[in-house]
């Protein structure tokens, strides 16, 4: 049973980083009706990004103020930068060509995602990076006969806590019902002066910025990065957007966690399920896609009276 209970945390933590990173593809979709190739690869560009931070910038606040400033300041840099980043991507890539289709625009998508690896391979090389072992906290606690890595609660709570940020943010805000009504109609949201671009600015902002954060805990946890690891979370975070309801914020959450934690409960109890893990993720959406195509929660429509 203490087996178990392990393996469902360690699923619930990596399924928390397929739901940070699958809510930006669930935000993006909603407003702009587009996958967003290139966010697997912001997700990339985010571990990198703390990595960095990590290995130039830490050892300074560590110093001065002590080991987990360090680590927050590691993912608060990696969410503004991201963001940054982010932005500038829907300014280069997607604005240009708005009016010329939906084509176009995955094929634009395509193409970021493709710069935006070559790019993270050229400045840091095509070798695995690995996270500086001094400035990432190694100590653990007891809870329930368990032995949890204190890294790992936090990360675990610091994820949950933003993704409820995020619900409260697009479900109870006045800003976020403006995101909403974009979602559903941007016509008629324009009509009722809904200033869209700003919308459309504040989900390619802030999706990057959550794949960004969500990259440097991933980093933190699996201590080794790789420029071309993007591709295989954006995948998974997209299957998770696709099994909760895609354009459906709790849909995104829910489904990000439910994917984390079946793999790896099938991953720990399947003789050989390690090596099958990525196959287990694409034989849940092909049977979502047979059996519940609008996921678990459905997927928001506007409602025709």
Known sequence: ??????????????????????LGYSMVYGVM???????GDLFTLGSYLGY?????GAAWITERAGLWWGVLGAILFAFLANAGAGVLVERMAYRPVYRAGRLPL???????????????????????????????????????GLSLPLLKVVILFLSLG???????????TEFGAA???TALDREMATLLGIDVRKVILFVFALGPALGGMAGVMNGMYYRSIQFSM??????????????????????????????????????????????????FTFLILILVLIFRPTGILGEKVAEKV
């Open 1 to 22: 049973m203490q087996v178990f209970f392990e393996q469902l945390v360690n699923g619930v933590m990596v399924g928390s980083f397929y739901a940070l990173v699958a």
């Open 33 to 39: 009706k587009l996958i967003n190739f290139a966010h």
């Open 52 to 56: 960095t931070f990590l290995v130039w």
């Open 106 to 144: 995955v094929v634009s998508a395509l193409g970021m995602s493709i710069f935006l690896q070559n790019a993270i391979m050229a400045i840091w090389g095509p070798r695995f990076q690995v996270y500086p072992g001094g400035l990432v906290p190694t100590a653990s606690l007891r809870f329930l």
């Open 162 to 172: 933003v993704m409820f940020v995020m619900y409260w943010i697009v479900e109870k």
């Open 179 to 181: 995101v909403r009504a």
């Open 230 to 279: 993007g591709w295989n979370y954006g995948l998974k975070a997209f299957t998770a957007t696709i099994l909760g309801g895609i354009g459906n914020i709790p849909g995104a959450m829910v489904g990000g966690v439910l994917l984390g934690v079946v793999e790896t409960l099938l991953a720990g109890y399947v003789p050989g399920g390690g090596a099958w893990k990525d196959g």
